[in-house]
Structure formats: structure tokens, C-alpha cells
């Protein structure tokens, strides 16, 4: 139904820096919320960024200051520039949407399969 892909990853020295994309496509009705998560190795998946409806960002604590969430809603695109980046960032990002499709009324989350992200000199 609804597939999304990220893009953008790769190896980047510190204080680097990378722009990650998301591309939603499928048959979507509306996004209510796109958000960006992050899972490093022995971890758990974790939020990083996250935009809801209306425009309203948030972050967690670490990425704050550095990293910039965007959403491109014609388009079904949502972006993380990361700035200044740190190893403690190396992890694979992940896209998530929560969305409804059409024929149907209810919201569902979906992933994307990540982008893996190496922050190292």
C-alpha cells in the first residue's frame, strides 16, 4: 500500500555533514506524522526527529541545535539535515510515517528500510 524509502547516507568524517531524504508513495490519503528514528548497533530504535501536521518539530535532546527535520507535503518528502556531526550519530535511520490510505479510515505506521549513516575519521 505505502512504501518508504530513504536516501541520502553514507560515511562523513565529524563534523560532517549529510541531508537524508524519505520519499512516501503508495496510495496515501493524508500523513498525519513523519518522523525520523535512528538504531545503533545493541540499541534500540530511538526518535530523533519528528514533524507533525501543522508544522510542529520536535528532537530528541543530543541532535538538538544540530539536526533540522523537514517535510516537503506536495511532494510526500521528509528531509533531516544533519549538521556537525558526531560518531555518537553513526547509527541506520529510519523513516516513519503514520498514515491513512484510501479505502480505508485507519492510520497506520509504516517504516522505511533505513539508510545506514557513519560518522568516522
Known amino acids: 500500500q505505502v512504501q518508504l524509502v530513504e536516501s541520502g547516507g553514507g560515511l562523513v568524517q565529524p563534523g560532517g555533514s549529510l541531508r537524508l531524504s524519505c520519499a512516501a508513495s503508495g496510495s496515501i490519503a493524508t500523513i498525519y ?12 530504535r530511538d526518535s530523533v526527529a519528528a514533524m507533525i501536521s501543522g508544522g510542529s518539530t520536535d528532537y530528541t535532546d543530543s541532535v538538538k541545535g544540530r539536526f533540522t527535520i ?34 480505508s479510515t485507519a492510520r497506520k505506521t509504516f517504516w522505511g528500510q533505513g539508510t545506514q549513516v557513519t560518522v568516522s575519521s
Open 33 to 44: 506524522t513523519m518522523d525520523w528514528y535512528r538504531q545503533a548497533p545493541g540499541k534500540q
Open 70 to 103: 523537514s517535510r516537503d507535503s506536495a511532494k510526500n518528502m521528509l528531509y533531516l539535515q544533519m549538521n556537525n556531526l558526531k560518531p555518537e550519530d553513526t547509527a541506520v535511520y529510519y523513516c516513519n510515517a503514520e498514515i491513512s490510505t484510501w479505502g
